[in-house]
C-alpha cells in the first residue's frame, strides 16, 4: 500500500478516542507510509478550534478545501459530514468504541439510519453480545469491523461510567487489536483502481416525433464525456420509423454507441435485450430524456462498488420538475415499502446479478423497476448508497402518470418478496402504497402496520407524518366543546345580558363582565403594555 493519507475528525480529539487513534498510527507506520490531518467542520466556533489545535501536531483543514487526494475519514462524534457526500470513494470510520457512548446517541442514530451512512464501523465489543444494542444499531455485518482483544475477556456489564470507559480504551487499544481494522483499510484500498468494463443501456423510440432530438443528444454526450475510460453504450431502439435512427449515425461512426434497433414488447423488454447484450460487469440504464451531469458519475459508482465488493450500489439524484425547478432526489432504502422508491437511473448492478434474476418482469407494466429494486432488497444482496448526486432525472414518465396501475404493481411485488414475510396482507401493502394508511387507516391499525414494516425498516418518517397529522386535528370531544363556547358566547352578546366594561389603574387593565350591567360575575386583567 501507498502513501495512506488520513482525515481525523476534530471533534474526536478526546481522551476516549485518542489513544485507539494514536495506536492505529503506529500500527500503520510501522508498514506503510502514513499521512495525519485534522479536519475541522465549518460550524466549529473559532476560540474552540484553537484549543483543539495544542492537542495535535497534525495539519489542519477545513471541510471547504480540496479533499479529494485523501483516503480514509475517521470519526467517533455524532454527525456524519456534508463534504464526504462529495468525495464518495474516501473511506469513513466511525469508532463505536464501547456501549457506553451508544446510550448519549440521538434517536436517529439508534435506529440504524446514522450508522448506514459510514462504509465500515469500528468497535471492542460485537452489538451482537447485547440484542437491545444490536436492534437499536442496526449496523450490517459487512460494515462492522470487530477489535481483536485476543484472551482479554470483556463484558458489557464491567462498563458504568464514563472512568470505567476510559480505563477499557487505555486497556484495548493495543496495536493487536488495531490489526482487523488495518486489513479491511489495506483491502478495500486494493481494489479502488480496478477498472472493470460498464455498460450503459438506452432505451428509445421514435425520438424525432415525440420531440427529443436534444434530449438524446444530452443523453449520449454526458456518457461520452465521462471520465471513467472503460464504458460500452448501448442505444436498443424498439424499431423507429420516424427519422431516429439518423439521429445516431454519427455516433455510431465515431464510436461513441452501439445501436440495436427491432420491435419489442415495451420498455421492460428492451431493458432485457439491453442486459443479454450486455458485455461489462456492471450495468445502468439512463433515459434518452435523462444525463449524467457530472463527468465522474460513473467513475466514482464503479470505484466504490469495487473497493467494498457490493453487487450493486444507487444514490441520490437531481429532479427536473416540468417548469425547469431543481430539486433534491434523495436516496433512502427505508422509504422502499412506500414507493419512494430511489432513482433508478442512479443504479449500477452487476449484470451476472441481474440475469440470474431473470432481468426485469415484464408482466409489471410501470412497476418493473420498483420489481428489481425490491427484489434486490429482499435478496439481501450488498449494497452501497452513493450521497453524490450526479444523474438529472426529468420527472414525469409512465409511473407517474399511471398512479392506479403503479399502486398495484408495487403492493403485489412488495407483497410477494417481503411484506407477506413481516406478517402485512395484500390490502395492507395497497395502504402502504405512497403512505396512504396515514389517511384511510384507523389509529390503531397505522400503528399495526408500522410494528410489522418496523421489524425490517425504519420507521422515522411515517411517525414522523403521523405526529404531524396529530398536531393539525382537533380532537373531536375539545371541537365541540369549542364550538359549544362560541355559540354560548355569541348568544349572550347578542341578547345584551352581559355587559363589558374596562377599568385602568396605573400597572393593569381590568375587563368587568357584569349581569344586566350591573352585577359583576366575572373579571380579567393584564398588565398594561403586555
Known amino acids: 500500500m501507498s502513501v495512506l493519507k488520513i482525515l481525523l475528525d476534530a471533534l474526536c480529539m478526546t481522551k476516549k478516542i485518542w489513544p485507539v487513534f494514536q495506536t492505529l498510527v503506529w500500527k500503520l507506520e510501522e508498514q506503510t507510509e502514513c499521512e495525519v490531518s485534522v479536519i475541522c467542520p465549518h460550524q466549529v466556533q473559532d476560540n474552540v478550534i484553537e484549543q483543539e489545535k ?16 485523501y483516503d480514509v475519514f475517521i470519526t467517533a462524534s455524532s454527525y456524519y ?30 435506529e440504524g439510519r446514522f450508522w448506514e451512512k459510514y462504509d465500515y464501523v469500528f468497535t471492542f465489543t460485537a452489538p451482537g453480545k447485547d440484542p437491545a444494542m444490536e436492534k437499536a444499531l442496526g449496523i450490517p455485518e459487512r460494515k462492522l469491523i470487530l477489535g481483536d482483544l485476543g484472551e482479554k475477556a470483556f463484558s458489557l456489564d464491567q462498563i458504568h ?5 476510559l480505563d477499557l480504551v487505555e486497556s484495548a487499544a493495543t496495536p ?16 479502488k483502481n480496478n477498472q472493470p468494463l460498464v455498460t450503459i443501456v438506452t432505451i428509445t423510440y421514435n425520438l424525432v416525433k415525440n420531440k427529443r432530438e436534444e434530449m438524446i443528444r444530452q443523453c449520449i454526450e454526458s456518457v461520452h464525456n465521462q471520465t471513467y475510460p472503460n464504458i460500452e ?31 419489442d414488447k415495451g420498455l421492460y423488454d428492451a431493458m432485457n435485450k439491453g442486459i443479454r447484450r450486455a458485455k461489462g460487469k456492471y450495468v445502468a440504464f439512463i433515459n434518452s430524456d435523462d444525463y449524467y451531469y457530472h463527468e465522474k458519475a460513473v467513475e466514482y459508482a ?33 422509504l422502499l415499502p412506500y414507493a419512494m422508491n430511489y432513482c433508478h437511473q442512479t443504479m449500477f448492478v452487476q449484470t451476472e446479478l441481474l440475469r440470474g434474476m431473470g432481468g426485469f418482469d415484464i408482466s409489471y407494466k410501470v412497476s418493473a423497476d420498483s420489481d428489481i429494486m425490491i427484489r434486490l432488497y429482499a435478496m439481501h444482496e450488498p449494497y452501497c448508497i452513493i450521497r453524490y448526486p450526479s444523474v438529472m432525472y426529468r420527472l414525469g414518465g409512465l409511473s407517474s402518470t399511471s398512479s392506479d396501475i403503479s399502486c398495484k404493481d408495487h403492493s403485489r411485488t412488495f407483497y410477494l418478496h417481503i411484506g407477506k414475510q413481516l406478517g402485512l396482507t395484500m390490502q395492507e401493502c395497497e395502504n402502504i402504497w405512497a403512505m396512504r394508511f396515514l389517511h384511510i387507516c384507523m389509529q390503531h391499525e397505522q ?12 420507521i422515522r418518517r411515517p411517525l414522523e407524518e403521523i405526529r404531524t397529522i396529530q398536531r393539525e386535528q382537533i380532537p373531536l370531544k375539545a371541537a365541540i366543546v369549542l364550538r359549544l363556547k362560541q355559540k354560548v358566547k355569541g348568544a349572550v352578546k347578542r341578547t345584551g345580558i352581559v355587559r363589558i366594561s374596562i377599568e385602568e389603574t396605573e400597572d393593569r387593565e381590568i375587563k368587568w363582565y357584569k349581569l344586566f350591567g350591573v352585577i359583576p360575575v366575572y373579571q380579567k386583567w393584564k398588565k398594561i403594555g403586555s
Not at 495544542?54 to 487526494?69: C, E, G, V
Not at 459530514?81 to 446517541?105: D, H, M, N, R
Not at 493487536?176 to 486494493?190: A, F, G, K, M, R
Not at 400503528?447 to 425504519?458: M, N, P, T, V
Request: proline fraction near 5%; include cysteine; charged fraction near 20%.
Open 302 to 334: 464503479v470505484m466504490v462498488m469495487e473497493m467494498y465488493g457490493v453487487r450493486y450500489s444507487f444514490g441520490d439524484a437531481r429532479a427536473m420538475c416540468d417548469n425547469g425547478d431543481l430539486t433534491m432526489w434523495v436516496a433512502d432504502v427505508n
Open 233 to 263: 453504450h448501448l442505444i436498443i431502439d424498439g424499431g423507429s420509423g420516424d427519422g431516429t435512427q439518423d439521429l445516431f449515425r454519427k455516433y455510431q461512426e465515431d464510436g461513441w454507441i452501439q445501436v440495436y434497433s427491432e420491435p
Open 176 to 191: 493487536q487489536s488495531l490489526i482487523p481494522l488495518i486489513e479491511t483499510l489495506e483491502q478495500t484500498l486494493s481494489r
Open 447 to 458: 400503528y399495526d402496520i408500522l410494528r410489522k414494516l418496523g421489524q425490517e425498516f425504519s
Open 161 to 165: 461510567c464514563q472512568q470505567d470507559e
Open 81 to 110: 459530514p456534508e463534504w464526504l457526500g462529495k468525495y464518495p470513494y474516501i473511506i469513513s470510520v466511525a469508532f463505536l468504541i464501547t456501549p457506553y457512548a451508544f446510550a448519549a446517541l440521538p434517536m436517529e442514530e439508534m
Open 54 to 69: 495544542k492537542m495535535s501536531a497534525y495539519p489542519w483543514l477545513s471541510d471547504t478545501d480540496d479533499l479529494s487526494q
